[in-house]
């Protein structure tokens, strides 16, 4: 019987041609220092923080992805574009490129429906983790990373640990079909409102993704980002 992590490593084989992709992207990213977790959290500096992060109805992510099968440290990496917007509707994109090959692929999330264009192929279904296990066979924690990206609390979260400025540094999570995932969130300095990185770790995966730029609307710093993330 084939083991989880090979639809989902399959799923990665089908978007990028493996061995450059792994020498651009994936082996260059580092898992970053921790900041101490805290032992006594302050629920009301946890309790602010997500208020900031739910202020945000729109941003723009420009990021690194890689994901690494544990039992045999095979590795692959892409570029990502990520855009998601709360007003008028939830809906978000994600756009997965090489960087010599260009865009491979693009998966677009709405209310209704998802949507995954493929090698010149577009797929439909009623969501976006449904639509990968049918498509490309791969079970990925999809329903919730755009929350997760962010640092934001979400109900399914577990084990919670935070740092300073009662910020999301850790947390467990059980899906449906009991497969476990931890999570580590990384930030840059204690300033940091949001994360640099963020890891999911299961039995199979360690899936990364680093942050290269944000473009929030509205920010959460003193200083204005250069561009608004675009409506999709």
């Avoid at 279904?125 to 934001?152: F, H, I, T």
């Amino acid at each position: 019987m084939d083991s989880l992590f090979n639809p989902a490593v399959m799923l990665l084989k089908r978007l990028s041609v493996a061995l450059l992709t792994l020498v651009l992207v994936g082996c260059s990213i580092s898992t970053p220092n921790q900041q101490p977790v805290l032992k006594n959290t302050d629920q009301t500096l946890v309790d602010a923080h997500q208020q900031r992060l739910d202020s945000i109805f729109r941003w723009q992510l420009s990021a690194r992805l890689a994901i690494i099968q544990r039992q045999t440290n095979e590795r692959d990496g892409l570029y990502l574009d990520w855009r998601w917007q709360r007003q008028p509707d939830t809906r978000q994109q994600l756009r997965f490129s090489h960087p010599l090959k260009g865009q491979l692929a693009t998966l677009t999330m709405l209310p209704e429906h998802a949507e995954l264009t493929l090698e010149g192929e577009r797929y439909q279904g009623d969501n976006a983790e449904q639509l990968l296990q049918r498509v490309l066979g791969a079970r990925l924690p999809l329903d919730e990373l755009s929350q997760w990206v962010l640092g934001k609390v979400t109900p399914t979260l577990n084990q919670r640990q935070f740092i300073s400025g009662g910020r999301l540094a850790a947390a467990s999570v059980t899906r449906a079909n009991a497969e476990h995932w931890s999570i580590q969130w990384f930030y840059g300095d204690a300033a940091d409102p949001l994360p640099q990185q963020i890891q999911l770790q299961s039995a199979q995966l360690l899936i990364k993704i680093q942050m290269n730029e944000w473009q929030l609307t509205p920010s959460l710093t003193a200083q204005p980002v250069t561009q608004d993330a675009d409506t999709l």
